[in-house]
């Protein structure tokens, strides 16, 4: 996989895992928040052995704002994915307008 993608597909991966250890439990309200908390940090620690590499890595091809940059829309994109495909929710105009606008500020950080 080429330099500049395999940060991109750490960052992916390590967002999917991150969000399901923020928002799993809102379909199940009843677990004890403790269980909650335990399970959603061993999420998080995979998430870590993700987003550490894909830093590491992108940083040889990125700048730290274009890793950043780079890591709000991909949490953004799997966020939206997540809330539809888990939670039923899809996102209204105006969260599909704000994160656009998200998205042109992101576009303006990779201009030369």
Do not use: D
Request: with cysteine.
């Amino acid at each position: 996989m080429p330099a500049y993608l395999m940060p991109v597909g750490l960052l992916i991966a390590s967002n999917v895992f991150m969000t399901t250890a923020w928002y799993w439990h809102l379909r199940f309200k009843e677990m004890p928040i403790l269980t909650v908390i335990a399970i959603s940090w061993g999420l998080a620690l995979i998430e870590y052995c993700l987003a550490v590499p894909a830093n590491r890595l992108g940083s040889a091809v990125y700048s730290p704002a274009q890793l950043k940059t780079i890591q709000e829309v991909v949490t953004l994109v799997v966020f939206m994915g997540f809330s539809a495909l888990y939670l039923g929710q899809n996102p209204s105009w105006n969260t599909a307008l704000g994160f656009g606008l998200i998205a042109l500020g992101a576009a303006i950080v990779f201009r030369g």
